[in-house]
């Protein structure tokens, strides 16, 4: 069955410095999601990325963060200069089509974000 | 916020049936209930997802009130591996929305032998 990869599995960078995410999506899905948890709590929204435009963003999604495609099979998240708060697990997602079209989105298993 | 209610956890025997219940009444007639569950920080997991009628895949069924205000989960032998949090979630339902997704806290469902 396809899935989402994510990498790497553990991130640790000083705070500060610029880190970058990578996620391959499911190959014919065309939405793709960045969401986070901090530990022992909620899995959090940050963005929605569709035909190469962020489609939403939550308050999280601040300047510090971006999103990009750079060619056709990865996705990343960049964040320029990392905090402390900023360490959580980071889940990328994909889907067929957004909710509207009934598809469910598929989860990676996650980037473990330690900043130091 | 989510727009869903969960009980915080349950607690199930190994090879009984698993019945996870939802809350949610403010669901709009055009929004479906899906189910998801995370296993000890793994990423969340796709499960089920109905709109009203009553649906069963591999893994689960789910099932769902005349009213739509509540829905059930049912793992029908719980194993020890379906130890998780079970997250039950409507459509976000705002113009524009690519379907993102709003987790609560779920339900921690603890399968014992």
């Known amino acids: 069955e396809p899935e989402v990869t994510q990498t790497p599995s553990h991130q640790v960078t000083q705070m500060g410095q610029e880190v970058i995410l990578r996620c391959v999506p499911i190959s014919n899905h065309l939405y793709f999601y960045w969401y986070r948890q901090i530990l022992g709590q909620k899995v959090e929204f940050l963005v929605s990325?569709?035909?190469?435009?962020?489609?939403?963003k939550s308050e999280i999604f601040d300047d510090q963060f971006s999103v990009e495609r750079p060619d056709g099979s990865n996705f990343t998240l960049k964040i320029r200069s990392t905090k402390l708060e900023d360490s959580a697990m980071y889940f990328c997602?994909?889907?067929?089509?957004?909710?509207?079209?009934?598809?469910?989105?598929?989860f990676g298993d996650g980037t473990r974000l330690s900043i130091l | 916020d989510a727009k869903t209610t969960q009980p915080p956890s349950m607690d199930c025997a190994e090879g009984r049936a698993a019945n996870l219940p939802c809350n949610h009444s403010t669901i709009s007639g055009n929004e479906y209930v899906y189910w998801y569950r995370q296993i000890h920080s793994q990423g969340p997991q796709y499960i089920i997802h109905g709109l009203k009628n009553n649906e069963t895949n591999e893994m689960a069924s789910l099932i769902i009130t005349e009213d739509r205000k509540s829905s059930t989960l049912i793992l029908p032998h719980a194993t020890l591996r379906d130890t998780a949090v079970y997250y039950c979630?409507?459509?976000?339902?705002?113009?524009?929305?690519?379907?993102?997704?709003?987790f609560g806290k779920g339900t921690k469902l603890s399968v014992k032998p």
């Open positions: 997602a994909s889907t067929a089509a957004p909710f509207g079209g009934n598809q469910p989105q598929h």
């Open positions: 990325f569709y035909n190469n435009e962020i489609s939403e």
């Open positions: 979630i409507v459509r976000v339902s705002h113009g524009g929305s690519q379907g993102n997704l709003i």
